[in-house]
Every structure is written in C-alpha cells, then in structure tokens.
C-alpha cells in the first residue's frame, strides 16, 4: 500500500523560490509515473506536473516555464522545484501516483498530509 509524505513547503515572497520533495514507500516507485497536485483554499484541487516512470514531464499551463518536477528513483522521491513564485501558486500541494481514473483529482481515496506553500505578495 503507497505511503506519501510530502515536504518542503513554506512561507515566501513572490519571486522566490522552494522546492518540495515527496517520499513514497509501499509501491515499486521506478515503475510509476508521479504527479503533484495542489489545492488552494475554496478550490478544487488541480493537477501541477507529471513525470513518467521513465522520466518525461508535463506541466500545467499555468506553471509551465515556472516549476520543474524530476525523480529519484534511488531515493523513491519526487521533486517539484517552483520558482518564480506568484501569490497564486499559494496552495496545499501534494503528490501522488496514477490512480485507476488517470489523474483525475476525485479518483483518489488517499493522499499524503501535503505540504503548504504560501506565497505572499
């Protein structure tokens, strides 16, 4: 059974940058491709960045160009590295594999306790 803990999050001025870091267990993490989502407060939660088992990315339009996501499969970890912050980006992220719905938010019946990334103006 996966087990998510994401870190790495915190408060920052726009502009700035933060990298949070997602360690898994319970599942052969090489084998499966990974994505972070956030949830900002009253709103539904998105999906942020891919990274598939063999190391491709894709992003959301709104982050593209902004955050970077990568692996560790040595370290069963997955990264998303967010620069340029905007006070939009403010949010709960989290991460989490594929679940039988693709990465549809409402197919999930687990999440990690994600990590709060604020960003302040």
């Known amino acids: 059974q996966v087990r998510l803990v994401e870190s790495g999050g915190g408060l920052v001025q726009a502009g700035e940058s933060l990298r949070l870091s997602c360690t898994t267990s319970?599942?052969?993490?090489?084998?499966?491709?990974m994505g972070w989502y956030r949830q900002a407060p009253g709103k539904q939660r998105e999906l942020v960045a891919t990274?598939?088992?063999?190391?491709?990315?894709n992003y959301a339009e709104s982050v593209k160009d902004r955050f970077t996501i990568s692996r560790d499969n040595a370290k069963n970890t997955v990264y998303l590295e967010m620069n340029s912050l905007k006070p939009e980006d403010t949010a709960v992220y989290y991460c989490?594999?594929?679940?039988?719905?693709?990465?549809?938010?409402?197919?999930?019946?687990?999440w990690g306790q994600g990590t709060q990334v604020t960003v302040s103006s």
């Open positions: 989490n594999v594929p679940s039988r719905r693709g990465w549809d938010p409402a197919g999930y019946d687990y």
């Open positions: 319970g599942i052969m993490f090489s084998s499966y491709a």
């Open positions: 990274i598939t088992s063999g190391g491709t990315p």
